[in-house]
């Protein structure tokens, strides 16, 4: 009997330095990889597709262009500051985790009318009528180098109470990206030039109102122990 209490304790103390190892190598590994990809980066790009009267229907884009890191499980939760007093009418293919007070509000009810709304994606298996593309994958992303036609994801904000042109839009502040953790600090919402889309059979070229991307990276030191 206590021989046997004896091989097991000594078979758990194997399997706990066999984690142990293997946790030094996969953390290792995740600091090489960070070494060969300097400039690696999660770009966030929100395309206004169309004005609405109180303001705007936006597709927003996060490209995971990291060559090694992935997204995984659960996901990316993505944040931000209105500049004015703009709501979130409706998603499509994400959505806020929370309402906030939208009390101010008769009839029809804004989604979100958080100052500062946080995103996630939404799961796979979502009705088709509330996906867009490259949505409902649980927020999880692949990397740029490991499988591009999956580093992506999308989802559609209808933006109120915001500017109606690319004179008076304010582009969102202080955005945060938690993929799935901490580690990322995110610049300025920089406005660019339109993105020019190309139908799929390669005819006609469409462009959105305005365009404007954030970059975030990944600062090693904050998960080094
Ligand atoms: C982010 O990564 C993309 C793709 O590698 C690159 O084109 C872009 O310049 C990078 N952005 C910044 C601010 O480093
Ligand atoms: C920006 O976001 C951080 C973290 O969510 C928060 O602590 C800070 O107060 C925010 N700043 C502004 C100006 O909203
Ligand atoms: C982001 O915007 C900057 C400034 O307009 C632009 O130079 C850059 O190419 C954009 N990056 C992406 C990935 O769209
Ligand atoms: C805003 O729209 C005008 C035309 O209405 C255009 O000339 C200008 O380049 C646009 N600015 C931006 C930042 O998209």
Redesign the pocket.
């Known amino acids: 009997m206590e021989l046997f209490f004896r091989s097991l304790s000594k078979f758990t103390t194997s399997i706990i330095l066999l984690l142990f190892l293997f946790s030094c190598f996969s953390f290792n590994s995740s600091e090489a990889y960070d070494a060969l990809d300097p400039n690696g980066n999660i770009t966030i790009k929100w395309d206004i597709m169309s004005w609405t009267p109180d303001g705007y229907v936006a597709v927003v884009t996060i490209y995971n262009f990291q060559k090694y890191r992935r997204i995984e499980k659960p996901g990316w939760t993505l944040g931000w500051t209105w500049a004015m007093k703009e709501v979130i009418w409706s998603m499509v293919g994400a959505q806020t985790t929370e309402q906030g007070d939208c009390s101010r509000f008769k009839g029809n009810i804004p989604h979100s009318c958080k100052k500062d709304p946080t995103v996630v994606d939404l799961l796979p298996g979502t009705p088709y009528n509330q996906q867009i593309a490259n949505c409902c994958k649980g927020g999880v992303l692949s990397s740029w180098a490991q499988d591009p036609s999956n580093a992506a994801s999308s989802f559609q904000v209808s933006v109120g109470a915001a500017g109606t ?3 008076t839009v304010r582009v969102p502040k202080n955005f945060t990206l938690k993929a799935p953790g901490p580690g990322y600090t995110c610049g300025p919402a920089k ?4 993105t020019k889309f190309v139908t799929q059979d390669g005819r006609r070229v469409t462009q ?4 404007w991307n954030v970059t975030c990276t990944f600062f090693k030191e904050k998960i080094q122990v």
């Open positions: 042109t690319n004179k406005v660019g030039k339109p959105a109102m305005m365009t």
